[in-house]
C-alpha cells in the first residue's frame, strides 16, 4: 500500500517569499492533517481536514497560511509570506476517519528553510 | 492548547539495558495516549497505543495513570536499533481529533 506522498522534500526561500506544498493522502482516508515541526520540538497540528471540509485550524497563523483539500483527496499547503520563524518540517498526515482511535500515518516532510 | 510534557534527554543507554520514559499532560479530557517513534530525519510512526489497563508489545510496556495525568513507556533488553526519539501522544479531549505531541525523549543505545 502506497504511503502519504508530499513534495518537494526540500525548500529554500528568503523571506517575505512564498512557497507551497502539496500532499496525497493514502487511498481511502477521508481525514488529512498539516503539522508544523521546529527543530527540537514535537508537531505541532495546523489544520484537520475531513474530506474537503476543516475540523480544526485553531493553531493555523491565518493571516499567511492557508490550507485547501478541494476535491476531499490531496491537499495544498501554502504560506504566504514566509517568515524565518516558519523554518521547519511540514509533516501531511491521513488516517482511515476522524477519531484518534485511528492511527495516523505521516508522510516524509518537506523541510522548509527561510532565509 | 492543552499540553505534554516529556524530558527531552538523551538518554544514553546501553545496549541490553532497560530504559523508562515519563510524560504528563495537562488536559483531564484526554482520552486516548499514544507512543510515537521518530527516527532522525524521518517522519514519526505509531509505536503504540496505551490502555488504561496498561499493555505490552513484546520488549515495550506502556502505563497509563489518569489520575496522576502520567504515561511510561518501559524498553527492556534495548537493542542498537531501539536509538530514536520517542515522542508522548494524547488527543485534544472532549471528541475533538487532533493529536498533541510532547518535544519527544531522545534515546541513544550504545554498544
Not at chain 1, 26 to 55: D, E, M, R
Not at chain 1, 69 to 81: A, C, Y
Not at chain 2, 2 to 12: S, Y
Not at chain 2, 17 to 41: E, I, K
Request: charged share 20%; proline share 5%.
Amino acid at each position: 500500500e502506497a504511503g502519504v506522498a508530499q513534495s518537494p522534500r526540500y525548500k529554500i526561500i528568503e523571506k517575505r517569499q512564498s512557497v507551497a506544498f502539496w500532499c496525497n493522502p493514502i487511498s481511502g482516508h477521508a481525514t488529512l492533517y498539516w503539522y508544523q515541526q521546529i527543530l527540537g520540538q514535537g508537531p505541532k497540528l495546523l489544520i484537520q481536514f475531513q474530506n474537503n471540509g476543516v475540523v480544526d485550524d485553531s493553531q493555523l497563523p491565518k493571516d499567511r497560511f492557508s490550507a485547501e483539500r478541494l476535491k476531499g483527496v490531496d491537499s495544498t499547503l501554502k504560506i504566504q509570506p514566509a517568515k524565518l520563524e516558519d523554518s521547519a518540517v511540514y509533516l501531511c498526515a491521513s488516517s482511515y476517519s476522524g477519531g484518534a482511535i485511528y492511527e495516523q500515518f505521516f508522510g516524509p516532510g518537506t523541510r522548509l528553510t527561510v532565509l | 492548547r492543552k499540553e505534554v510534557e516529556q524530558d527531552p534527554g538523551p538518554f544514553n543507554v546501553p545496549e541490553g539495558a532497560t530504559v523508562a520514559f515519563n510524560c504528563t499532560y495537562s488536559n483531564s479530557a484526554s482520552q486516548s495516549f499514544f507512543w510515537y517513534r521518530q527516527d532522525c530525519r524521518k517522519e514519526p510512526k505509531l509505536l503504540m497505543s496505551v490502555y488504561s489497563s496498561g499493555n505490552e508489545d513484546g520488549r515495550f510496556t506502556a502505563q497509563l495513570n489518569r489520575a496522576s495525568q502520567y504515561i511510561s513507556l518501559l524498553i527492556r533488553d534495548s537493542k542498537l536499533s531501539d536509538s530514536a526519539t520517542y515522542l508522548c501522544v494524547v488527543d485534544s479531549g472532549g471528541g475533538a481529533d487532533g493529536l498533541t505531541f510532547g518535544k519527544g525523549t531522545h534515546l541513544i543505545i550504545q554498544p
